[in-house]
């Protein structure tokens, strides 16, 4: 028999029925949820009269629309009326059907990607599912997770199963060792770079090589956070002595003789040498660059040496009609050095980047250090309480504020712009978030995709700068 | 409970852009609706309205972009959707779907599709229908011709016609399309197979203790 890929495993130990017709019954290990996909599964649960089939494997919390300043006032310090009521919706629906949630202002809140891992909740081996396509983060620890839609929400909750059909199996292998001052957003956004915004679609993606290896497990859950961003609902990470280091201690994390017995099992979560994968990506992580989005999805990209695309020099007429209308909805010249864009906002956060070696990274960017006049906003958005509370301990904030941010409370907050963080008209922003799509910062923001060092380094500069050379 | 599917006639309009994302299809102001209804009108909203959109304005008191096909009067009542690759892509929102059918359409066709996007669209009786990159230059060729076309998306023998003596097969997953054909209620099928999820449960809790400590 041909050895099996770190997929096939996770499939293999989750499968409850293979149908005749090609579709299956997958197990579901933990399921998250937040309030802006949840509520109408709610409903619909209610409706049928079904209950959730077992409430622990449950957990919520509300991020896309928490303001992030105030917080500590509860659900009153949200101004928008339906922002307001998506919360108490959710709050209520937890409430009801007694699923574990952290409300709004429990130091343990935050985005439900971040506080999964942080919380020991996504363990190594389950399967993880949450109606946000960002769930793929959860990968990083060797785990098969994934987004789904709404009636999946609610499938979830009355089933603990998914009706799935199995991907296909890819393996992006980055090579090493990664160039001084490269990062895991990086080299994430320079694999979207070379394979596309639909390359991965229809595969479980594998990021595997000396280049993701050597990432620490919060760089592996940036990489796999964006497995997305490349069409691959899955991006997954072998686990490692990092992972089960990682894990070790957290809340939900197994203690005593099932921490053994989890470990000895954990280990065999890698591909076997002799698997066989559908389609192999290497991608030379030795000559990536940082990385700035310049378009208006992801794969519009190019390292910060590089230039704006010029439309007339693609043959392809489909590629050369997006480029033009991505140039025009930017504001950017053809050939316009990437350098040369001036920014307008700074936006350090989001399930992408948001955890505290995310912070740090920019931090030591900007230690003594001045936000540029031209910046509106500069701000910083942990990505949980508890995240926001080890920062403020290593005195982040204060490096923060005093070189010119904002230090916010945890939240999405800019990446998808739900609460009142946003963009004006017109406005470029440096933003460590995952998506450059026309108006998803705010209608008519032109948003440019950076690691939290780039960021930092274009917030001083007020223009985007090579950060390898300020470290 | 999902829509049944059988059958689509009608008018076609073509969407020539590759890569539409669930941002733009239904831009996250108008997620904070906690109802799976009222998204039509803010289908494509960033492009449909010249003024930016928030929840609970008056729609018909906002001003169109008259350049975007879906205010083409000709396309009025149009109830299938022509699209170039990776359609849907983005986030995970069934609102998309959801603003799709409520605005009229009963099916897409592009080349391909983002996987979250193509699997809730089955959730909710939305056909999206995959034909080859050639098939869909033609239909665009038809669809963009000076009178609007016609065409049947018929689930049954998978076929696309039109004008012309267009016609094309598509393929579809065999469960997908019993679901689609008779409106099935896919968690009502899954508890038929609660006694295997049981099984499942107690034998996995034999092997990975530590996940069930509930």
């Known amino acids: 028999m041909a050895g099996r890929t770190l997929y096939d495993k996770l499939w293999d130990s989750h499968l409850v029925t293979q149908r005749d017709d090609g579709s299956a019954l997958i197990y579901i290990d933990r399921h998250l949820l937040h309030e802006v996909t949840s509520p109408q599964a709610f409903e619909g649960l ?20 928490v303001p992030t300043e105030n917080q500590s006032a509860g659900v009153s310090a949200i101004e928008d009326p339906t922002s307001r009521l998506q919360v108490q919706t959710l709050d209520q629906n937890c409430d009801a059907f007694h699923v574990t949630q952290f409300k ?45 839609g709404t009636s999946e929400v609610e499938h979830v909750l009355a089933t603990q199963c998914l009706v799935a059909k199995k991907m296909k199996n890819m393996r992006v292998t980055v090579t090493g060792p990664l160039g001084f001052g490269v990062t895991a957003k990086d080299v994430i956004l320079a694999i979207i770079g070379q394979i596309g915004t639909a390359g991965g679609t229809g595969y479980a993606i594998e990021f595997a090589g000396e280049g993701i290896q050597s990432l620490s497990m919060e760089g592996r859950m940036t990489v796999c956070n964006m497995a997305i961003e490349a069409g691959a609902r899955v991006g997954l990470v072998a686990v490692d002595e990092k992972t089960i280091e990682y894990v070790q201690g957290r809340p939900y994390s197994p203690q005593g003789a099932d921490w053994d017995r989890a470990v000895e099992a954990w280990t065999d979560l890698v591909s076997d040498s002799d698997a066989q994968f559908d389609h192999e990506v290497v991608v030379d992580g030795t000559v990536i660059e940082p990385q700035v989005s310049w378009g208006t999805n992801p794969e519009m990209v190019t390292g910060i040496s590089g230039h704006v695309p010029n439309p007339e020099a693609i043959d392809d007429p489909i590629h050369r009609g997006a480029t033009e209308r991505a140039l025009k909805y930017m504001g950017l010249e053809p050939n316009q050095p990437i350098e040369s864009i001036r920014l307008d906002r700074v936006f350090i956060g989001s399930c992408t980047n948001s955890r505290i070696e995310d912070l740090r990274e920019a931090a030591q960017v900007v230690d003594g250090k001045r936000v540029a006049d031209s910046v509106i906003q500069a701000m910083v958005v942990p990505g949980s309480g508890l995240v926001k509370e080890q920062a403020e301990k290593e005195g982040l904030d204060v490096i923060f504020r005093e070189a010119g941010f904002e230090w916010r409370d945890p939240g999405c907050s800019m990446c998808l712009a739900m609460n ?45 700068v090579d950060v390898r050379e300020w470290l | 409970m999902m829509q049944q599917f059988v059958k689509e006639t ?82 995970s929102r069934e609102h998309a779907p959801w603003a799709i059918l409520e605005y009229g359409f009963k099916a897409v066709i592009a080349p391909s599709y983002a996987d979250i996007f193509f699997n809730n669209s089955f959730k909710n009786g ?7 990159e050639n098939e869909v230059d033609t239909l665009f060729a038809l669809a963009t011709g000076e009178t609007p076309v016609e065409i049947t998306v018929d689930l049954q023998s998978q076929t696309v016609t039109g004008p012309e003596g267009f016609s094309a097969s598509f393929d579809i997953d065999p469960f997908r399309k019993t679901c689609l054909l008779e409106g099935l209620d896919e968690i009502g099928l899954s508890l038929k197979d609660a006694d295997s999820i049981k099984a499942y449960e107690t034998k996995r809790a034999v092997d990975a203790p530590w996940l069930f400590r509930d």
Request: hydrophobic share 40%; glycine share 12%; aromatic share 6%.
């Open chain 1, 104 to 148: 709004m202002g429990d130091p343990r809140a935050g985005i439900v990607h971040v506080i999964g891992p942080e919380q020991g909740a996504t363990l190594p081996g389950m399967t993880v599912v949450c109606g946000d396509s960002h769930t793929a983060t959860h990968g990083a620890f060797g785990a098969l997770a994934h987004g789904i």
């Open chain 2, 10 to 91: 009608g008018l076609v309009v073509p969407l020539d852009r590759a890569n539409v994302d669930t941002d733009q299809i239904i831009p996250k102001q108008y997620l904070k609706s906690i109802k799976r209804t009222g998204f039509g009108v803010n289908l494509f909203d960033d492009w449909r309205y010249l003024d930016p959109g928030e929840p609970g304005m008056d729609h018909t008191k906002r001003r169109l972009n008259p350049d975007f096909v879906l205010n083409d009067s000709r396309f009025s009542g149009a109830s299938i959707l022509l699209a170039r690759d990776n359609f849907g892509c983005g986030s």
């Open chain 2, 126 to 132: 939305l056909l999206p229908v995959i034909l080859a």
């Open chain 1, 420 to 464: 009142a963080d946003r963009l004006g008209p017109g406005e470029h922003c440096a933003s460590t978030s995952n998506r450059n799509f026309e108006g998803r910062q705010g209608a008519g923001g032109r948003t440019h995709l950076v690691s939290p060092a780039m960021a930092a380094a274009a917030a001083i500069a007020g223009h985007f």
């Open chain 1, 46 to 65: 209610a409706l049928a009269g079904r209950t959730p089939w077992r409430l622990a494997a449950n957990l919520a919390t509300v991020d896309h629309n």
